[in-house]
Nanobody, 129 residues
Framework: QVQLVESGGGSVQVGGSLRLSCAAS????????MAWFRQAPGKGREGVAG???????????YYADSVKRRFSISQDNAKNTVYLQMNSLKPEDTAMYYC???????????????????WGQGTQVTVSS
């Protein structure tokens, strides 16, 4: 198992920016998928952004339509950390944000929660107008 710890959440005004971090206890594989999900009050959990790694290098990144051109996912392998840079934040971005990881590659869509077997505790993001 891999422990994931999110940080960087907080309260910002509309149009502001935040950078979330997801620190993993270890990377047990150079082939892996990681993602950020979010859950707003009264709603289901949705995939926000994903990143796949092959041979230790970023292979591809993925985004929900609602965050394209505003959010950016990246990773720093030396720090075992995945980041989510969030710009031009909107009130509808308010949610608990979770990091997820699976230390393998498969054909399952990055948006599916059951793809991942490691989850963090979440970090709250609140955007106010």
């Amino acid at each position: 198992q891999v422990q994931l710890v999110e940080s960087g959440g907080g309260s910002v005004q509309v149009g502001g920016s935040l950078r979330l971090s997801c620190a993993a206890s270890r990377y047990s594989s150079n082939n892996r998928s990681m993602a950020w999900f979010r859950q707003a009050p009264g709603k289901g959990r949705e995939g926000v952004a994903g990143i796949s790694t092959i041979g230790g290098n970023t292979y591809s990144t993925y985004y929900a339509d609602s965050v394209k051109r505003r959010f950016s996912i990246s990773q720093d392998n030396a720090k075992n950390t995945v980041y989510l840079q969030m710009n031009s934040l909107k009130p509808e971005d308010t949610a608990m944000y979770y990091c997820a990881a699976v230390m393998t590659l498969d054909g399952i869509s990055w948006t599916r929660e059951d793809k991942y077997n490691n989850w963090g505790q979440g970090t709250q993001v609140t955007v106010s107008s």
